[in-house]
């Protein structure tokens, strides 16, 4: 986190009240502040730089994150329900635990984040970068994931009803984009790479081999042959 907040573009007096809670490690002061204001409040935290803090449990459910850097943050069991964090950089953050429904992440930076056992119920990650996150256990039922980068995605039990689209090669040629599982389409790219790393193995393999061959032949026999 830097202190400048030079992006920030909410309300400062919110920002002052969160990063004092978090200076006294006390999340619960910015709860507190939260539940006072109702249950329609809206925290206004758009360009806001909370990123590397520890914020496990915090309330920001119906926050307005949008842009914020929240890139290697705690937000472990938080409550991000109904946020809006459009292009928010979550890259590296750990949310395990979280409850996320109908949250809005659209074009938003969630490569490598824990998105462990998470409640993503009718969230919208459409253009979301999920490389090599976790989502492990999830609840993404009815969300939205129509562009979204899922290469390398960890997905065991992640829990999905419905089918979404992702990008392909198609988009550029003007064909009709097919409907995908992202976890289809992450299948297939880690069967190419596989195949791809064994044809390299298999060339380098057969080039020390012809290595062999060539300095074998030119040494002379050990033994004259008996005629």
Same mark, same amino acid.
């Given at each position: 986190m830097t202190e400048e907040n030079t992006n920030f573009r909410g309300n400062p007096h919110h920002l002052t009240i969160l990063i004092e809670a978090v200076r006294k490690g006390d999340i619960s002061l910015w709860n507190s502040f939260i539940r006072k204001n109702g249950s329609s409040f809206r925290a206004r935290l758009a360009g806001s730089d909370l990123s590397g803090l520890s914020m496990p449990e915090i309330r920001l459910d119906r926050a307005d994150l949008t842009d914020a850097n929240l890139s290697g943050?705690?937000?472990?069991?938080?409550?991000?329900?109904? @946020?809006?964090?459009? &292009?928010?950089?979550?890259? #590296?953050?750990?949310? $395990? =635990?979280? /409850? !996320?429904?109908?949250?809005?992440?659209?074009?938003?930076?969630?490569?490598?984040?824990?998105?462990?056992n998470v409640r993503a119920r009718g969230a919208l990650l459409t253009g979301t970068n999920l490389s090599e996150a976790i989502m492990d256990g999830a609840d993404l039922t009815n @969300?939205?994931?129509? &562009?979204?980068?899922?290469? #390398?995605?960890?997905? $065991? =039990?992640? /829990? !999905?009803?419905?089918?979404?689209?992702?990008?392909?090669?198609?988009?550029?040629?003007?064909?009709?984009?097919?409907?995908y599982k992202p976890w289809v389409k992450a299948l297939k790219e880690e069967t190419e790479r596989k195949e791809l790393r064994k044809n390299m193995e298999e060339q380098k393999a057969e080039e020390a081999k012809a290595r062999l061959d060539r300095k074998l032949g030119r040494q002379k026999p050990l033994f004259n042959r008996v005629k």
């Open positions: 943050t705690t937000l472990t069991r938080a409550n991000l329900s109904n @946020a809006r964090l459009r &292009g928010c950089n979550l890259s #590296g953050a750990d949310l $395990s =635990g979280s /409850r !996320m429904n109908h949250s809005d992440f659209t074009n938003a930076d969630l490569r490598k984040a824990n998105l462990s @969300a939205s994931m129509k &562009g979204a980068a899922v290469t #390398g995605l960890s997905r $065991s =039990g992640t /829990r !999905m009803k419905v089918r979404v689209k992702v990008k392909s090669n198609s988009e550029k040629s003007g064909e009709p984009l097919r409907e």
